[in-house]
């Protein structure tokens, strides 16, 4: 559960990408459905951007071997972002380097959480 006080972690991820890129987690406070990059941007400036290290997986040849994740309860307990407050909508999503795509970068699906006390 996505909490500004709970201790308990709520891990939001990424599966199947392509490995061994680094991306980012960028999230914003209202939705949106616009045109970015080949994919669909699912939310609206202004963003925040959380730098992700290397996704991981197999060395070697480009596969999806690649996985992301952050504890969003983290960030909502750090006060870093003084908008992320009880009862706001947070809508969140990976971008990632994938020289294969349409604009040289991959998308994940995106998620929408309420942030609870």
């Known amino acids: ?28 406070l209202a939705p949106a459905s616009s045109a970015f990059y080949g994919g669909t941007k699912c939310a609206a400036s202004p963003l925040t951007r959380i730098v992700m290290p290397s996704s991981g997986g197999n060395t070697g040849a480009d596969d999806c071997s690649g996985t992301f994740a952050f504890d969003f309860n983290t960030r909502l307990r ?13 809508y969140a999503q990976f971008w990632y380097r994938d020289s294969a795509s349409l604009g040289g970068v991959g998308m994940s699906n995106a998620l ?4 609870c006390p």
């Open 1 to 28: 559960t996505p909490s500004l006080t709970s201790v308990a972690p709520f891990t939001i991820s990424a599966t199947q990408l392509i490995n061994q890129r680094n991306g980012l987690l960028f999230y914003g």
């Open 78 to 90: 750090s006060g870093l972002d003084p908008a992320l407050s009880i009862g706001v909508d947070v």
């Open 112 to 115: 929408q959480f309420r942030a």
